[in-house]
């Protein structure tokens, strides 16, 4: 399974931006996808997971309210929403598939390479 991720880059704080992961996985809607976040010297964090058929989200405390997850099956794509970012969302952003919902990273068997969020002050 092959996870891409796309539409990260640099903004100034308090702009937006939207992530999107697409996956070559067949059964797109057997698997919850998820979004994770890792800043340099710190862990890979939890941000958000939809289930499969996109009925059921859950979000980081640390995000609620500015950041909204969303798939599209027909594409075979989840994306991550994020408004009013400040400069400590910076990290680097991956998306991840697994069995089913969870928040933590060792639930996920496949991730993908990442894209590069920078926020300024």
Not at 24 to 43: C, I, L, N, V
Not at 74 to 84: F, R
Request: hydrophobic content about 35%; glycine content about 8%.
């Amino acid at each position: 399974v092959q996870l891409v991720e796309s539409g990260g880059g640099l903004v100034q704080a308090a702009a937006s931006l939207r992530l999107s992961c697409t996956a070559s996985a067949r059964a797109f809607t057997h698997y919850a996808m998820g979004w994770f976040r890792q800043a340099p010297g710190k862990e890979r964090e939890f941000v958000a997971v939809i289930s499969g058929d996109g009925l059921a989200t859950y979000d980081a405390d640390s995000t609620k309210g500015r950041f909204t997850i969303s798939r599209d099956n027909a594409k075979n794509t989840v994306y991550l929403q994020m408004n009013s970012l400040e400069p400590e969302d910076t990290a680097t952003y991956y998306c991840a598939k697994s069995p089913a919902i969870a928040r933590t990273a060792a639930a996920y068997d496949s991730w993908g390479q990442g894209t590069q969020v920078t926020v300024s002050s």
